[in-house]
């Protein structure tokens, strides 16, 4: 019998992996303390990623300083970077990069339902946004969980919500502090992507295209991974994406919308 090809079923094979290979681990010990838990799932996704993008670019953990080496960023989960840069030190899967050559930054998390997880994250990529100073369409920000605890039994709807007012929340206390305009603000200072794998994915229509950004989270299921890989890569490389669209966008996720709203000042 043929198979049939599925597109779908293609990068729903990846979040698959993704959700089996962080456990593996976890699976021998228990729960034994594990210093390099977090560690580890950040490499997990580093070597997904590195299937997809283009040879171009490397991926690294690291650091991030300015151009003019006065300021560096926190330690960073996953940096993507033009391969022909030049690094001020480079050792095993870790960088430390002048911004100008940086095209992504990625923050992973295991849970965003524990603690102060999101927020964490939103800092450490709010503090390397401040020092880059660019907009959304030429450096992807993102945040990828590995999950959110109890996602089914609490329901789609109302943690898309916890998350936007979390997220509304920490944007309008740093908008106090910024000097700029509103959409300056949310074009260079705010979050591009959120992934829960097999769960949830959320974008901020926020690159220079859109005068009213709006912030979007669908419940995408195993086609999460999709669009957090497909929008990353859009960044990357957005004209190869758009000629090939079809194959990286192979379902709407506009009918799995749960929230859609601008985060506002």
């Known amino acids: 019998m043929p198979v049939e090809r599925s597109l779908p079923s293609y990068y729903q094979s990846f979040s698959k992996e993704l959700d089996v290979a962080k456990n593996r681990v976890r699976d021998i010990i228990g729960n034994a303390h594990w210093i390099s838990d ?37 330690q960073l989960d996953i940096i993507i970077y033009d391969q022909a840069s030049p690094l001020l030190f480079n050792g095993p899967n870790f960088v430390i990069i002048p911004d100008q050559y940086v095209r992504a930054v990625i923050e992973v998390k295991t849970s965003l339902s524990v603690g102060t997880k999101l927020t964490d994250a939103l800092e450490n990529l709010y503090t390397v946004q401040s020092i880059m100073e660019r907009a959304s369409d030429n450096v992807y920000f993102g945040i990828f969980s590995y999950g959110y605890q109890d996602y089914r039994d609490i329901g789609p709807a109302l943690v898309a919500q916890r998350l936007f007012t979390r997220i509304q929340e920490f944007y309008r206390d740093k908008r ?35 005068s009213k950004p709006e912030f979007g989270l669908y419940d995408t299921g195993e086609q999460s991974f999709n669009y957090f890989v497909s929008n990353l890569l859009s960044t990357l490389d957005n004209d190869a994406i758009t000629l090939s669209k079809p194959l990286w966008f192979p379902q709407s996720k506009e009918s799995s919308v749960l929230l859609k709203e601008r985060i506002g000042f």
């Not at 200072?189 to 926020?206: A, D, E, K, P, V």
């Open 38 to 74: 977090g560690t580890h799932k950040e490499a997990i996704l580093q070597d997904v990623l590195k299937r997809f993008i283009p040879q171009k670019y490397s991926i690294s953990s690291g650091f991030i300083l300015s151009n003019d080496g006065k300021s560096c960023s926190k």
């Open 176 to 210: 106090q502090r910024y000097d700029g305009t509103d959409l300056q603000f949310l074009q260079t200072r705010t979050l591009t992507s959120l992934c829960m794998n097999g769960q949830l994915y959320g974008l901020h229509w926020n690159n220079t295209a859109h």
